[in-house]
Every structure is written in structure tokens, then in C-alpha cells.
């Protein structure tokens, strides 16, 4: 192959050039394979460790608002606490699953985070029926994980205690609900609750703590998520003539039955489960919306500006900086409350191993976005206290500055009732 | 308590009917079953909020517009989807499976650029409520039932009284017959779902003010229209608007006198009942046997 003319000694220096040249390029070769390996061993020796979290919501599918609201606010505390030192140093890594509001696919999707993905902690759905569905399996796998939805069955069974929860239970708001009406001066209250497992769970608490507080239950009429037509139960409901009404419905069924309500001449107060949303207010309509009054931890706000709780409005701005909106539904408080609280137990434990973290839940006490998230009485609960607001000409009022203000008054003037 | 039950009866009753309708002329004219209609009400009811709020066009011109893209949906379906299954000699049960996955389709698409939130369709009437015989109900709802009526009576008139609506009926009975007539059978189908779509489109658009627009408006209405229409005779049109008439009326009777709670489990029980004892309906449409 070197033909070149050259003598048989020249033939032979050449081939002997070849061949350094080769050995050379193989050391090199070598030596770039070795430094490759160092660099790569060194930076997964020095890579910073991973706290995993896994999430199940509902981020498809009609309601999937309140899903996707719940992952923002997740993932906008996830890179508040990245920038902040992580958990203990560990970056927070979260990967979200879409449950498309199904309760076998939330069952589906933490079987698989725990057989395959090897997560730390999981955070579970708004909708409280998923998280009734997958908390037994992450408390059998010993999973730490929160739920985000708002029922107070999935919390009753003491023996779950790999479960906590940093959004309301609605099972104790219904009383201060009830305080609501007592403070109203009413006697006597119709409920209309839905047939799932919060609307009834919720109005099962309301009617106790109607019945320990002297309030009357003049009838309680129920519906299937999916109606749309209210009419029997609200014929039902004003034959009783109530003092007001109380709804504990769910998503879509709210905005309806008020509009259908007020068209068919009831004008009274309605207490709600849960905030009067501006999506339920919308399909209500504003006029109709007028004097819904609820207990909860947070409403829903169009405009920073008319917010005055100063960690909100901090929340609010950062929630807007980062996405180019408001949050479209309080999903996104419960988020972020939800994240803030794991992260003070990973402060507290010193230490990201899941039984530490379970252990220091019990001294978390943080404030929340919608008041003090205190877990020290160890029932595995953030909130205990809640606002109580009544909802007038779309702007979210404290019911006792209301009441000062001379609020009620206004209000039998406008509707010309007597109660 | 009884008139309010019995007209919101009729309100309720006259949408299921409507609905109804739409399922009876598709078998009525093309022998198949399809499971698109409750979908289409939330496809009219999109289109409804796109014409009336976001283009801020009138409401007669977008209900004209909501009707005409259902109409064409509608053609579309049946000339992409249906006839192209039916040409390649596939059992009915296969067309029933392809409207079920269209449905799903129409549920999903209007997330890509509403969202899942429900939206507020804006009043259409200056008067937000009247009261007729001494009920006060939603402008809206009155509305909705005057239409329902209407269009039953339009949708008769066309196919008996036109050429167009008899050459429907004819090609429905006896295609190979009716197309040795010169009818153009293959048009007729086509113009017939997209009469059923259409129809369902205006119900949907006139529900909007009413309950808000998402994306599961027309399934369970759909549940019901389907219902309605093998009550009154699975094909028949003025069966569809009876047999809808007739749940509407039951739910709400119940719910009023009895408990919201069993007023489904009442409704579909009375169309087991009519299965078991009276499957071709009230107006004796023989039509459950050929499905």
C-alpha cells in the first residue's frame, strides 16, 4: 500500500512511523477514556441528592382545573425551595400524574410510584374520592404523602399515619358554618348536598353540628353530580320556608342550582361548603350570587390589589410573576400550603428519611395561606381555624366587618325579607 | 308546588326531547344507532359561546352560524366516518363504537383552547326571569321549550311535506329502491345527521345561559335524550318528544314529591320497563329488533 518508489529501508522507517503514530493515538485514546471516566464518576460523586415526589391529579377532563391549579402551586413552591436550599440540600424533584379524574387511574398511578419510580413522598389528588381510593396503598408501602382534597373521610381511619393533610377539612368547617347561621340569628336551615363522597360527608358534619347547636333542619334534599336540574329539590326546599340554605355540592352543580334558585324567588342567605368561586359565580350569575356566606381558609381573588393578608398578596404576586395569571381555583393555595409544609418537617427532621419526616409532621406549625397550618396536635390536620366570608357584589367581605358595617341591614333592605 | 313541577317538567322534558329527536331521525333515516348527540349539544353550545361572546355576533345570527358548523359536522361525520365503515360491510355494533369514540372527541377538543373551566354564557334575553302561569323561571328556559316545540314541528313538516324530507324517508325504508327512484340516497343520509346535529347544536346553544358551558354538558342530557327516544319509539319523532316529555316530567315529579336522590333511579327503571314490556315504545316504532 506505500507505493511510493521508496527503498526497502525508507518502506521500513515508514511503517515504524505508522506504527508510533498509532500507539500514540491509542494512548491518547486511553487516556481521553480514562478522563472521561474520572470526570463522569466525579460528577455523579459530587451530584446534589434528589428528594422525589410523585403527584396524582386530575389534570384532564372536564374539573381539571382544580388539578392543574394544585400543580401550580406545587411547582411554583418546588422552585421556592430549590432556590432556598431544597429539602436539607436535596433538590426537589417533582413528577406529576394525570388521574383524568378517574379513581382507578389514581390507584393505577400510585401502584406504579411505588413499584417503579421509588418516590419519597406523594402528594394526592384535590378530588377526595382519588385520595380515598390510593391512601391505603401508600400507607401500606409506608409512602409519606398529603392530600390536597378537602373531605374529612379519608382522614378518619387513625391507623393511616403515613397521611396528612394541609388543605381544610370540611368536616370542620360545617360547625363554624353552623356558627355562621347562629350569629345570623336564624333557627332553622334546609340543606341540598351532593350524593359523592365530600357533598355527603360534609352535610352529614353540618347536620350533627345543626343538631348539637339548637339549629332546625327543615329538609335535606340531595343530588347526582351530574344534574342539572334543581327543581324538585328547590320546591321541596322553600315549602319548608327556610331561615337560609346551605349547599354541599360539587363543581358544576354549584352556579346552577343558585341561578335556579333565585329564579324561583328565594332571595335569603345561602351558605356555602366551600368559597363561592368566581367559576361558580360566573354561571350564577353575579346578581344571583349576592349573599352566599362560607367558612374556609381562602377565597379566590381577580385582582392582587384586593387582597390584604400580606402573605397572600406575596403568594399572589410570585403566583402571577410566574405564571402570567391568578390562580383559577384555590388548588393552587393548597399546593403550595401542602409544600410548605413538608418542607418545615424536612427542617425540623434534619434528615429526608421518611420516618423522620413522618415523625416531625407533629411539631410543624407554620403560617399558612389561609391562616396557621398547626399540626402539633397530632392528628395529622394543618388547618383547625377558618375565615368566615360573605360574598357581596362579587367582593368576598369578613362576615364580622360586614355585620359592622351594617352589611345585614343592606341586605334585608335589598331583598325584602325579614330574616 | 304542582304547576312549577309541571312546567320545569316540560322544560326539562322538552330538551331530552329535543335531543331525542336527533337520535329518532338518524334511525329513521339511516337505520343506525349513534351515540353522538349529547356530545354535539356541548359542540353547539362552544360554538353558541364563540359566536355570541367572543365574536360578539347577535344571537339569530349565531344561532344560524352554531346550527350551520353542527349541520356540517354532521355531513362530516356521516361522509368520513360512518359511510366509510358502512363501505367496508362492518357490523352495526362497529358504527355504534365510532360515534362513542367521536363523542369523546368533542368532549376533549374544546379544552385545547377553553380549558376545562365552565364558562359563562352571557344572558341572551334583556329580562333575566318571567313568569308564565304563575311560574317564574330563567327567559332562557321558556326559550328553550318554545324552540323544542317548534323545531318538532319544522322537522315534521320537512319530511312530510317536502320532497326533500320524503326522498329522506324513502331512502331510510328502501335505499336500493329509493335510489332506482333517482334519489340520491347517499345525500339524504348525509343531510339527515346533519339535521340530528344541527337540532342538538341550537339545544345546546340554548342550555348555555342556562347551566354554563363546559366540557360534560351533553352527556348526561345525551343519556337522557337517548332514553327519551326508546320510550317513545326508538326512530319515531314524535315518540322522541313524548318519551322525552314523559322523563322529564318523571324526574322532576319525583324529585319534588319524593327525593332528589332516586330521581335517575326512577327514570332509567322506566326505560327497563319499557324494554322488558314495550320495547318498540309508545308509538309501536319497530325499531329495537333491527339494532
Not at chain 1, 76 to 101: E, S
Not at chain 2, 142 to 157: E, G, N, P, T, W
Request: aromatic share 12%.
Amino acid at each position: 500500500m506505500l507505493r511510493c518508489g521508496c527503498t526497502g529501508r525508507g518502506q521500513a522507517t515508514q511503517i515504524h512511523i505508522l506504527k508510533g503514530v498509532r500507539d500514540m493515538a491509542r494512548k491518547c485514546m486511553t487516556v481521553l477514556l480514562v478522563l472521561m471516566l474520572v470526570v463522569t464518576m466525579g460528577s455523579v460523586a459530587y451530584a446534589a441528592p434528589e428528594f422525589r415526589i410523585g403527584t396524582y391529579l386530575q389534570l384532564t377532563g372536564s374539573n381539571s382545573v382544580v388539578g392543574n391549579s394544585g400543580r401550580q402551586g406545587i411547582d411554583l413552591a418546588v422552585k421556592h425551595i430549590n432556590a432556598n436550599g431544597g429539602f436539607n440540600g436535596a433538590i426537589v424533584v417533582v413528577t406529576h400524574y394525570d388521574t383524568a379524574g378517574s379513581t382507578e387511574e389514581a390507584v393505577k398511578v400510585v401502584q406504579k410510584m411505588i413499584a417503579n419510580e421509588a418516590v419519597d413522598a406523594v402528594i394526592g389528588s384535590i378530588n377526595s374520592n382519588e385520595v380515598s381510593a390510593a391512601i391505603p396503598y401508600l400507607n401500606e408501602a409506608q409512602i409519606y404523602n398529603f392530600g390536597l382534597g378537602t373531605s374529612a373521610t379519608w382522614m378518619q381511619d387513625t391507623s393511616r399515619i403515613w397521611t396528612f393533610r394541609a388543605s381544610a377539612n370540611n368536616g370542620r368547617i360545617a360547625p363554624q358554618d353552623v356558627d355562621l347561621i347562629l350569629k345570623l340569628g336564624y333557627k332553622n336551615v334546609a340543606i341540598i348536598n351532593g350524593t359523592d363522597d365530600t357533598g355527603k360527608s360534609t352535610a352529614d358534619a353540618f347536620e350533627a353540628a345543626c343538631k348539637e347547636k339548637g339549629i332546625a333542619v327543615t329538609t335535606r334534599q340531595q343530588c347526582d353530580s351530574e344534574d342539572t336540574d334543581f327543581t324538585g329539590q328547590i320546591l321541596q326546599i322553600l315549602s319548608t320556608d327556610p331561615d337560609c340554605i346551605f349547599m354541599s355540592l360539587i363543581g358544576t352543580t354549584f352556579g346552577p342550582f343558585v341561578k335556579q334558585v333565585r329564579n324561583m324567588g328565594y332571595k335569603g342567605m345561602i351558605g356555602c361548603k366551600e368559597c363561592f368561586s368566581l367559576e361558580y359565580q360566573n354561571v350564577a350569575g353575579a346578581e344571583n350570587s349576592n349573599y352566599v356566606f362560607y367558612a374556609y381558609p381562602y377565597v379566590g381573588y381577580t385582582d392582587i390589589a384586593d387582597c390584604n393578608i400580606p402573605i397572600m398578596s406575596e403568594y399572589l404576586k410570585n403566583f402571577k410573576a410566574e405564571f402570567n395569571e391568578l390562580p383559577a381555583h384555590e388548588g393552587a393555595y393548597r399546593g403550595w400550603d401542602t409544600m410548605m409544609s413538608m418542607w418545615e418537617a424536612a427542617k425540623i427532621a434534619g434528615s429526608n428519611d421518611k420516618t423522620a419526616l413522618r415523625d416531625a409532621m407533629v411539631k410543624v406549625k407554620i403560617a399558612g395561606l389561609g391562616g396557621e397550618l398547626d399540626f402539633t396536635k397530632g392528628d395529622r390536620e394543618g388547618y383547625s381555624q377558618f375565615y368566615s366570608f360573605v360574598l357581596v357584589d362579587g367582593s368576598n367581605y369578613l362576615i364580622d366587618d360586614w355585620l359592622a358595617a351594617g352589611g345585614y341591614d343592606k341586605y334585608l333592605k335589598a331583598t325584602g325579607r325579614n330574616r | 308546588m304542582f304547576s312549577y313541577l309541571l312546567v320545569n317538567g316540560m322544560i326539562i322534558g322538552g330538551i331530552y326531547g329535543l335531543i331525542a329527536l336527533g337520535y329518532s331521525l338518524i334511525y329513521r333515516a339511516s337505520g343506525l344507532m349513534s351515540f353522538v348527540q349529547g356530545d354535539i349539544i356541548t359542540f353547539g353550545a362552544y360554538m353558541g359561546l364563540t359566536f355570541y361572546k367572543v365574536l360578539g355576533l347577535s344571537i339569530y345570527a349565531s344561532l344560524f352560524l352554531t346550527f350551520a358548523c353542527a349541520f356540517a359536522l354532521g355531513i362530516v361525520l356521516e361522509k368520513g366516518v360512518i359511510r366509510v365503515l358502512l363501505n367496508k360491510n362492518v357490523m352495526p355494533i362497529y358504527i355504534v363504537l365510532a360515534t362513542i369514540a367521536i363523542s369523546f372527541i368533542i368532549q376533549n377538543a374544546p379544552q385545547a383552547y377553553y380549558g376545562t373551566v365552565t364558562q359563562r354564557f352571557p344572558q341572551v334575553f334583556s329580562k333575566s326571569s318571567i313568569t308564565v302561569f304563575g311560574v317564574t323561571n330563567q327567559t332562557e328556559a321558556y326559550a328553550c321549550f318554545v324552540v323544542s316545540v317548534v323545531l318538532m314541528f319544522a322537522l315534521h313538516i320537512f319530511m312530510t311535506k317536502t320532497k326533500f324530507g320524503t326522498a329522506m324517508r324513502a331512502a331510510a325504508m328502501d335505499p336500493l329502491a329509493a335510489e332506482a327512484c333517482g334519489i340520491n340516497t347517499s345525500l339524504s343520509t348525509g343531510v339527515t345527521w346533519g339535521l340530528s346535529a344541527g337540532i342538538a347544536s341550537v339545544a345546546g346553544m340554548l342550555l348555555g345561559p342556562m347551566y354554563g358551558v363546559y366540557t360534560m354538558l351533553g352527556a348526561t342530557l345525551g343519556r337522557k335524550g337517548f332514553a327519551g327516544a326508546v320510550i317513545g319509539g326508538y326512530g319515531n319523532m314524535y315518540g322522541a318528544m313524548l318519551g322525552g316529555m314523559i322523563l322529564g316530567l318523571v324526574e322532576t315529579f319525583t324529585a319534588g314529591y319524593w327525593s332528589g336522590t332516586y330521581k335517575n333511579f326512577i327514570a332509567y327503571a322506566i326505560l327497563l320497563l319499557f324494554l322488558f314490556i314495550k320495547p318498540t315504545g309508545i308509538f309501536n316504532e319497530q325499531a329495537i329488533q333491527d339494532v
